[in-house]
């Protein structure tokens, strides 16, 4: 059942800027998440083990955000809103209950610029608010003139396997859906790109993986793709590091001690794993022509 509760404050100002994702605000109308992915960093004791069990509405979320950019655009601070940070903006109960969409529609009165990430092929439903955004928000200054208008999609993907889909995030539309509709917002006029994050050691970012990861979104015309390796987090019941080595256990046990050796001292992977695929990164961008960053 869907919990609800009442927030002071939805719309959070970011100290500086992320290079990737241009946050200059990050909007979260939910908390906790029903796609409950594994190796998801917001994991936890606050959540346990089943995301979806804790999802929450922020029920005067609307009254609380139009008075937030109110503020802000009286002051002239615009900047990029990103939806979302910490929850998928389109999880399956935003269908019915249309709080992204009611969200959008004051984000349109108030001309912000907007960075939809996602795993779902819901966001079509809104194209139409998406397609006012983009030709009226106001950029922030030192962005004009570095993008053709005020709306950015980027599709989340860790693999293009349903099947691994449903091992590591399976609340998630499948990624199959999502390349349909990844395929229908590459048709519009936004920034549409692709967020690669987290890839799977051994699994989804091998050669033979990333190479069909880059192929396809080549085809698809794709403005950008945004790669990295995973981090996992944490030593109890509901963290990241725990079901995921759980899940690696049980459907690849032979990975298990690899993973077992790479995150046993740390929630990253080692240095000179990260630095070859980092090298591998810049071999697959200039091969495929490809950004490797939204501007």
């Known amino acids: 059942m869907l919990r609800e509760k009442e927030v002071k404050s939805v719309l959070n100002k970011t100290k500086q800027r992320d290079s990737w994702f241009l946050d200059d605000y990050t909007l979260n109308l939910y908390s906790s998440c029903s796609f409950n992915c594994l190796y998801c960093y917001i994991r936890g004791s606050k959540y346990g083990v089943n995301l979806a069990e804790k999802l929450t509405r922020k029920v005067n979320s609307l009254a609380v955000l139009d008075r937030q950019l109110f503020n802000r655009a009286k002051k002239k601070q615009y900047g990029f809103i990103v939806l979302s940070s910490a929850t998928d903006p389109y999880l399956d109960v935003d269908e ?15 001309k912000f610029p907007v960075h939809i990430i996602t795993k779902s092929h819901n966001v079509l439903r809104d194209v139409d608010l998406l397609r006012e955004i983009h030709h009226t928000a106001v950029l922030p200054t030192d962005l004009d003139g570095k993008l053709n208008g005020g709306t950015i999609v980027s599709f989340s993907f860790s693999t293009l396997d349903d099947e691994v889909a449903k091992i590591f995030e399976s609340g998630a539309n499948p990624p199959s859906q999502r390349l349909k509709a990844l395929a229908q917002i590459t048709e519009e006029s936004f920034k549409t790109g692709v967020s690669l994050m987290p890839l799977l050691p051994f699994i989804s970012d091998t050669k033979e993986a990333l190479d069909e990861f880059y192929l396809t979104f080549s085809k698809l015309k794709v403005d950008y ?14 963290d990241s590091k725990t079901l995921v080595l759980r899940a690696i256990e049980k459907h690849y046990p032979h990975l298990y001690k690899r993973y077992l050796n790479y995150f046993a001292f740390s929630s990253e992977l080692p240095l000179y794993y990260r630095l070859a695929f980092d090298n591998k990164m810049k071999e697959l961008h200039q091969q495929y022509q490809i950004k490797r960053s939204i501007i």
């Open 96 to 110: 019915h209950i249309q709080l992204t969409r009611e969200a959008l529609k004051i984000i349109l009165k108030y």
């Open 225 to 238: 793709i945004l790669p990295a390796t995973i981090t996992l987090f944490g030593q109890n019941k509901g």
